[in-house]
Every structure is written in structure tokens, then in C-alpha cells.
């Protein structure tokens, strides 16, 4: 049985007072849902007071972004080391806001993830098709590809402390939700082919993740399908109660 992931991405929000304040929230609770598995991923100047305020609860933290060396003249970057170096366990890597706001290939999605294991960072990385792709019938190929370069290389070791996230680009931050049907099918196949990749056991422990609008109200029905194992959640993870009602759908699943 995989141990459902309920992620917050808080993307580019929050400040000192507030960051602190829905970590604390967050952790105040969440001894209720330990047969889930928490995690909050704040913006990188507020990892550190997120990580105090979180103390000792049953909280993880992660980044959403990190550079691939791991140190030198690189203006403005973070490595994998110093996200470890602070108490990440996790790092996003390839979200669609990274893939299409700032030009990241797979390629690059692939030298993070090595960089990540590198640093005993565990990667969440994303995939996820674009409106006009899936419209054109492409989206098991778009999949594939961004699967494949993402993750070229990586051994069975590493590939079974990876997290795979799915979230069509068209339901992040827009309210549309793909349909459990749509999802579902998406998440079959990134396992299928997780098992021809290396074998049918990494293919029963990886997570695979769903990202895009979940909310309160649709968690129970997506985190109900046999092959999602939690979801990554944007603007409802910026509230405690939301956040937590969709760890609840998650803890839901593993008590039926
Ligand atoms: P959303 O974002 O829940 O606001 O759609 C999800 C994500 O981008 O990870």
C-alpha cells in the first residue's frame, strides 16, 4: 500500500508572517492524518521558519526549485545542498510553471533529479500536457516524452525514492480539473510504463501524484482511483482547513 503525499505548492506566496502562520496551522493538526504523509513546499526564503514553525509535527519540507551544480557562480541560484542543508527532504522539479514560464527542458528536469539524489533531496517531478496537446490527441506521447527525458538514467535505487507528479497545465490554477476518467487513465500509464522501465515492484511503490485544482470538494473522488497516490495542491494549500480536508480524502482512501 503506498502512503498517500498531500503537497502544498505555495508558488509565490505567502510572506514571514503568514508563511509562519499556515505552517503553524497545518501542524497543529496534523497528528490527525499520520497515515498520510504531509508536506508543505514554501517559497526558499521561508524555509527555514517554516521548518521552526513546523517543529516537531509529522510535517515534511520541500522546495519547489533548485539549480542542478552544486555550488559556484551561479547568481541567484539554490543547490540541492543547501536546500538539504536546511531541512528539505523534498524538492519539485519540472513543474509546469518552471517548464513554460521559464523555459526548462526534461534535460534540465533530468541533471535536478541527479542533483537532488546527489544531495539526499527526494524529487517530485512533474509532468503534464499543455490544452492544445491534449486537444490534439497527444497527451499519452506528451507524457512518455517528458517521463523519459525527465528521468533519463536513473537507476531503480533512485527511481523508488522519486515522487511523479501529473498535472495537466490546463487545470493548474484555472478550477478545471481533469475528470477522474482523465486522470486516472494518465496515472495508469505513467505506471505501466514505470514497470517496463525497470520492473513491476518499483511500479507498485512509486507515487504518482495529482496536481491541478484539487480542492475539498473533488479530493475524495480523485485520491479514490487505484493509481493516485496523493495530490500536489496550489491555491487550496494556502489555507489550513482546505489543505487539510484533502489530507483527510487522503486518509480516507487508506482506511477503506
Ligand atoms: P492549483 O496548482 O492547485 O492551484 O491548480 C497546482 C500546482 O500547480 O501544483
Redesign the pocket.
Known sequence: MRKPLIAG?W?MNTDSGSAAELAYGIAARADEFTSAELLVCPPSPYLALVRDAIGDAAVGLGAQNMYHEPSGAFTGEVSAAMLADIGAQYVILG???RRHVFGESDEEVNKKTFAAYAANLRPIVCVGELLAEREAGKTAEVIRRQFEGSLASISEQQIRSTVIAY?PVW????GKVATVEQAEEVHADLRKQLAACYNTSVAQTVRILY????KPDNAAQLLGQANIDGA?????SLKPDDFLAIAAAGVATVQA
Open positions: 505548492n508558488k513543474h509546469s510553471e498535472e487545470a493548474i490554477g484555472t496536481g491541478g485544482s484539487v500536489l495542491i496550489g491555491g487550496a
